[in-house]
Nanobody, 114 residues
Framework: QVQLVESGGGLVQPGGSLRLSCAASGSMVSINAMGWYRQAPGKQRELVAI???????HYADSVKGRFTISRDGAKNTVYLQMNSLKSEDTAVYYCHINYGLVSWGQGTQVTVSS
């Protein structure tokens, strides 16, 4: 079973930036995809960004041009650089990995508020 440890959430003012990190540890032959989802209060969990096979990226329309996902293959770590944050970005952000099986992180809170 692969474990994911997230970090980097917090409180930021509108227009600010945060960088989330997610490190994967455990037994895995290869990583098919790593990504970030988020869930706001009263809403369903949604895909934010995903990186497939270490190269192909996909973003939710709501974050295109503001968020950037990247991965360090040597460290089995995925990052989410979030710029120009808006109040509607407030949510718990979850890291996700597909290595044949699927694991989720515990979630990290991101709050965008003045």
């Amino acid at each position: 079973q692969v474990q994911l440890v997230e970090s980097g959430g917090g409180l930021v003012q509108p227009g600010g930036s945060l960088r989330l990190s997610c490190a994967a540890s455990g037994s895995m032959v290869s990583i098919n995809a790593m990504g970030w989802y988020r869930q706001a209060p009263g809403k369903q969990r949604e895909l934010v960004a995903i990186i497939i096979s270490g190269a192909l990226t996909h973003y939710a329309d709501s974050v295109k041009g503001r968020f950037t996902i990247s991965r360090d293959g040597a460290k089995n770590t995925v990052y989410l650089q979030m710029n120009s944050l808006k109040s509607e970005d407030t949510a718990v952000y979850y890291c996700h990995i597909n290595y044949g099986l699927v694991s989720w992180g515990q979630g990290t809170q991101v709050t965008v508020s003045s």
